[in-house]
């Protein structure tokens, strides 16, 4: 009797190491052969908004305190640039984009920034006291065109350099957490508590509101190289839409089981490879659309929270952070 009770109770043990083992397996992603990440050195450290490039070499970078730095080598190096805002407010800039030689940036309070020189000099327009909102992102579309969204959704595009602005929607969405334009001009925006996000495309006249897709509350979205939607939600997790759709999602997805950490941006490098930076310098990557991850662990040394991840092209790409943080993509031999 006591023979058997001592093979019951071995099974019994083996059962659970297993199922420990198989949890562990599951809690523990597996490390990118090669890490593609550098860090590269600033004159700062201030917490990076958005980067933007004009070519190949010459781009800008900035960020809170009115941060602005330009770089000449493809960002391996950075000089910091000042400009006379004329008002003692601490500005904050949010967004940079260029078309060309011509550039704009917006921060808060109320700030927009005009170049046609690729950043020799920066002239600031006038924007009106009836604005919804403050100036959150903008997308240089063509010469003298622009695109500028502020933080409670309202969207508007210029055509004459910045003189006359018109607005794209008939209301303003919300106080919003973020907001992210396609290539193709569609917009999504996740509400201030995460709790809904809405849709607009070109045609459309107001924003169209959708409830959260899970009682997860919503961290961000935006949209992938095919036009599918993406989302990140508290708890680290991710999911897609099905294709052509806002309304419906394949189910979602936990990369790394039981972290105490969240999940802040993705973005597309290729259609198939994804990166997903988040908070302690925790950055994932999926190589087959989503389906697996693995975990790049030589980044977790950098004392960061990892906020944006921009990919100019395949060839291009950075991660910006806290405390002047930036890490560039250099392509694996």
């Known amino acids: 009797m006591r023979s058997f009770l001592r093979s019951i109770q071995t099974v019994v043990i083996l059962v659970v190491a297993v199922l420990l083992c198989s949890s ?16 590269v050195p600033l004159p700062t450290e201030e ?10 070499n010459h781009g800008w970078l900035v960020g809170k305190n ?4 330009e770089t000449q080598d493809g960002g391996n190096h950075w000089e910091e640039r000042s400009l006379d805002l004329g008002e003692n407010q601490i500005v904050s800039f949010l967004s940079v984009s ?51 969204t ?32 396609s290539d193709d001009g569609k917009y999504v925006a996740v509400s201030s508590r995460g709790s809904f996000y809405s849709v607009w495309e070109p045609g459309m006249t107001a924003w169209e509101p959708h409830n959260r897709t899970s009682s997860r509350r919503l961290q961000n979205m935006g949209y992938g190289k095919d036009g599918q939607l993406w989302l990140l939600a508290r708890g680290g997790t991710v999911q897609f839409s099905e294709p052509g759709s806002a309304e419906e999602w394949a189910d979602p997805i936990s990369p790394e089981y039981s972290t105490s950490w969240g999940l ?7 259609p198939e490879e994804i990166w997903v930076s988040g908070g ?6 999926s ?47």
């Open 150 to 181: 502020t933080d409670v959704g309202a969207i508007y595009q210029t055509k004459d350099g910045g003189k006359t602005w018109q607005a794209m929607v008939q209301e303003a969405v919300g106080v919003l957490r973020n907001i992210y334009r």
């Open 280 to 285: 302690s310098g925790n950055l994932l990557v």
């Open 98 to 148: 260029f078309a060309g030689n011509e550039g704009w940036i917006v921060g808060q309070p109320n700030v927009l920034l005009h170049t046609t020189d690729a950043g020799k000099s920066w002239s600031r327009i006038p924007l009106s006291e009836k604005l919804p909102g403050a100036p959150y992102t903008i997308t240089a579309l063509a010469n003298q065109s622009a695109e500028m």
């Open 47 to 56: 917490t990076l908004s958005d980067v933007a490039f004009i070519d190949d």
């Open 264 to 270: 802040l941006d993705l973005a597309y490098r290729t």
């Open 66 to 69: 009115a941060t602005l730095l």
């Open 24 to 39: 562990c397996a599951r809690n523990f992603l597996p490390s990118i052969s090669n890490n593609p990440w550098q860090v």
């Open 287 to 333: 190589f087959d659309g989503g389906q697996t991850w693995q975990k790049d662990r030589e980044v977790e040394d950098v004392p960061s929270n990892l906020y944006r991840v921009i990919f100019m092209n395949p060839e291009k790409g950075f991660v910006l952070g806290q405390r002047g943080t930036l890490l560039k993509y250099q392509q694996p031999a």
